[in-house]
């Protein structure tokens, strides 16, 4: 197959390495003429390396570079190009005027397909005499190694387009997504839920960002905190992403930004490319705080306050097993000794109110996470009316292991805790994209796990913990915040009434017909 890429950006080069790898001819075309001899010397490298790494042989990177073709005039006639990729910058006049040109020089039996992140499909289409033969198809950064792709068909693409695009992405050996033509599309959209969540947990001062971080990477098993992702993105570049998905799902409280971005992004603390964003980098940067070593009386005993809820007491049984096999002495009873810390497992509630409902001695009962922990990290809740001994002493005692000892991370008491938060924010934004039928749960869960890198998609992570369980949480933070960005999907709620796992796509209407 013969196809032309306009732009030879970081994109457009990704994109024409990839084809060319996997055995197409590909047309390399920019306004800048120079443009494209540096994407062809920088592609030649990346294959080296390659060669050098024992990830190709030396036969296939000839192969490749010679299927490269640099073209001097990106609007060149082409009768055997069968398809255009435009990697142009995201600018709508723009790309209409690149896309005008090249309808005018090539047949019409030509593709168009545009690799924009965040304008429309539907309204570049729309700037052509027949919008009919253009599509979406998304590519992330750097290409040859993001091995997803999203295919968006507009509003006026012909029916038969995103399959034969379909066929084509998985033929060059990476994986492709069908989504509506929506702000953010899927990848952008799913990753919402994660960065808007921990920005309202910072804004409510639950934790600092490196403690945050390290509650989505030793709890959840995230590669990267959402801080450090956002310092790697550039915050300038989220904050505007946050910003338009939010706008475009008109004003959708489940993606809500946070009123902490905006003198970030003006002051310049985007993140690494600045120096300095959530935290400092280059020469002499410190990088996160450390963490506070353990100090306090790690031999007081411990009293596990029952939730009474089925959602925590596999957890109230596998901590208390946990503890006294460090060595923990762990009471059993109707209620605490003076000298034991109380420990609540918490799920969607507060420690206040299991204080408040409970009788227990506020100043020594603390709230504990109850998801299991991806790493060897324990959570300890405070409330306003912690004594800071008993809060040290209760740290200490969560930091003994039978073995290697755990890391604890202190943080205020909010509805649910950081983890929970966090989880049910991506699943609950995951679950809203399947009920709008923006794309297929399968899709969605192979987009955020091959493009976002999470451990498991929203959906495939919401059947982990099991629909009812996660529309208890879903309540419990929605009762407990009054806050609708916390209310019960309506997947979930479904799931749950019928018994049916978090990613079955159900029964749809159309299924029913003929």
């Known amino acids: 197959m013969r196809i032309r890429i306009v732009g030879a950006g970081a994109m457009g080069r990704g994109i024409a390495q990839w084809a060319a790898s996997a055995g197409h001819t590909v047309e390399l075309a920019d306004v800048r003429p120079e443009a494209v001899s540096a994407a062809l010397d920088f592609v030649a490298s990346m ?12 036969a296939a990177r000839d192969a490749a570079v010679a299927r490269l073709v640099p073209l001097g005039d990106p609007w060149a006639a082409g009768p055997d190009v069968e398809l255009v990729i435009e990697a142009v910058r995201e600018d709508l006049g723009t790309k209409a005027e690149v896309f005008g040109k090249l309808e005018r020089a090539l047949p019409a039996s030509v593709l168009f397909a545009t690799n924009t992140s965040s304008l429309s499909v539907t309204r570049i289409a729309a700037t052509l005499q027949d919008p009919s033969r253009l599509a979406g198809l998304h590519f992330f950064n750097p290409v040859p190694l993001m091995r997803i792709v999203e ?55 639950v934790a600092v960002p490196a403690e945050i971080d390290r509650i989505a990477r030793d709890v959840l098993g995230l590669r990267m905190g959402p801080f450090e992702l956002m310092d790697l993105t550039g915050l300038d570049v989220t904050a505007a992403v946050v910003d338009a998905i939010w706008t475009g799902f008109r004003h959708e409280d489940r993606l809500r930004p946070s009123f902490l971005t905006p003198n970030r992004v003006v002051a310049g603390l985007h993140g690494r490319k600045t120096g300095r964003g959530w935290y400092a980098y280059g020469d002499g940067a410190s990088g996160p705080a450390p963490e506070s070593p353990v100090g306090g009386d790690g031999e007081r005993p411990v009293f596990l306050a029952s939730a009474g809820r089925a959602e925590t007491a596999g957890y109230e049984e596998a901590l208390s097993g946990s503890l006294e096999a460090a060595g923990v002495r762990v009471e059993r009873g109707a209620g605490p000794s003076a000298a034991a810390v109380v420990l609540v497992p918490v799920w969607g509630t507060t420690v206040a109110a299991a204080i408040a409902t409970g009788g227990l001695p506020r100043e020594r009962t603390f709230g504990v996470e109850v998801l299991p922990a991806a790493g060897r990290r324990r959570v300890l809740a405070v409330t306003p009316a912690t004594a800071p001994e008993a809060a040290r002493d209760a740290r200490a005692v969560l930091a003994r292991g039978a073995g290697e000892p755990y890391a604890v991370s202190v943080v205020r008491d909010t509805a649910g805790t950081v983890a929970q938060r966090l989880l049910s924010s991506v699943v609950a934004v995951g679950c809203s994209i399947a009920e709008r039928s923006l794309a297929a749960p399968a899709d969605i869960d192979l987009a955020v796990t091959t493009g976002l890198g999470y451990p498991a998609g929203p959906l495939a992570w919401g059947e982990r913990v099991g629909a009812v369980r996660m529309l208890e949480l879903q309540r419990a933070l929605h009762a407990s915040t009054g806050d609708p960005r916390y209310r019960p999907t309506r997947w979930i709620t479904e799931r749950a009434a019928l018994g049916l796992a978090v990613t079955d796509p159900g029964t749809s209407p159309e299924d029913c017909l003929g």
């Not at 294959?47 to 030396?58: E, N, S, W, Y």
């Not at 038969?160 to 953010?184: F, K």
């Open 151 to 205: 295919v968006v068909p507009g509003a006026a693409t012909r029916p038969e387009i995103p399959a034969l695009l379909t066929a084509w992405v998985e033929s060059c050996g990476h994986r492709a997504v069908t989504v509506a033509d929506t702000p953010g599309f899927l990848v952008n959209h799913a990753g919402r839920g994660l960065v808007t969540e921990a920005l309202a947990l910072l804004e409510e001062s």
């Open 47 to 58: 294959l080296d390396r390659a060669v050098a790494k024992g990830r190709t042989t030396a």
